[in-house]
């Protein structure tokens, strides 16, 4: 029996070993994914590449005895990934669940210590960025514990807790003073790169069970980007149109901040969730199925 693009598979070494069926029996789609060389006979009108003009020249072709090889090696790349999520699925089921719920007052703790409220209500203000160191120290350590699951975890837990020593230095600086400034510079970029980190993070980790997931993760960032610039915006509005445009702004920019929060929740929610339920089928003792 003849393939499309002229192999034959009787002589194929493969053909066992990948369990294929032939080009006849599965309409050139060998495996478990289409093939190049099929779907261009099939675009063209051919039934197979020696009534093409452009035979000779087909680099298609010219590869076919690459096609079983590379199919090999994404069965050896999908088993490694399987396994590795067996490994690390238990961790993400312990730990995100508890980030979820620690989340709560560190999403409550950052409204009070925006600079909208605590100038508002500076006794807030103060409670709140006390709360934040704490939160954050603990937020820190149950990132650190996903280390395992990916390395760049580690990135932001260090964010996290340096996040928290700073806001505590704050908290011993008047505001009035230059070091205030000064420190509350580098303040918001380790805030931001350690969100930036952990939001990438968790998209990399769900991106194999569930790439909708995966993209609101990232979708978190470019959120955080925009409520920052609508804070900006809002103090632009202050100094310059006077405080009824500034409360709109700020109004605005609780709203979105809001937004975020919330979905930044049930981003946790679904992550914990799924690695919970997530049971790792039954691996092969070889990637081609032997």
């Not at 210590?113 to 709360?131: D, K, M, R």
């Not at 805030?191 to 990399?204: N, R, W």
């Not at 409520?227 to 409360?247: D, H």
């Not at 929060?261 to 679904?270: D, Q, S």
Request: glycine share 6%; hydrophobic share 50%; aromatic share 12%.
């Amino acid at each position: 029996m003849e393939t499309i693009c002229g192999k034959s598979c009787e002589a194929c070494a493969w053909k066992e070993p990948l369990n294929c069926s032939g080009c006849r029996e599965d309409m050139g789609r060998p495996f478990s994914g289409p093939c190049d060389i099929a779907a261009c006979c099939r675009e063209k009108g051919h039934q197979r590449c020696e009534t093409c003009a452009y035979l000779s020249g087909c680099p298609r072709r010219a590869r076919r005895d690459d096609i079983p090889w590379q199919e090999l090696q994404r069965r050896e790349d999908e088993a490694a990934s399987q396994r590795l999520l067996a490994e690390t699925a238990p961790l993400m089921a312990k730990w995100v669940p508890l980030i979820f719920w620690l989340a709560v007052p560190l999403v409550l703790a950052s409204l009070l210590a925006s600079n909208i409220v605590a100038q508002a209500f500076p006794s807030l203000g103060a409670a709140g960025t006390g709360l934040q160191v704490l939160c954050g120290l603990a937020y820190g350590l149950f990132l650190w514990r996903l280390t395992p699951v990916l390395r760049v975890y580690r990135t932001a837990a260090l964010c996290k807790l340096a996040l928290s020593l700073m806001n505590l230095v704050l908290l011993a600086v008047p505001e009035e003073s230059g070091l205030f400034f000064l420190l509350g510079i580098p303040t918001i970029f380790v805030d931001f790169y350690g969100s930036y980190v952990e939001f990438s993070a968790h998209a990399q980790a769900v991106e194999p069970l569930d790439a909708e997931l995966a993209a609101s993760w990232r979708k978190l960032w470019r959120l955080l980007l925009l409520s920052l610039g609508m804070t900006v915006l809002a103090y632009f509005f202050f100094a310059f149109m006077g405080s009824f445009v500034f409360i709109l702004a700020a109004l605005a920019t609780l709203g979105l901040t809001g937004y975020y929060a919330v979905l930044r929740m049930i981003c946790l929610w679904r992550t914990a969730k799924l690695f919970r339920e997530w049971t790792p089928p039954a691996l092969p003792d070889s990637p081609s199925g032997l």
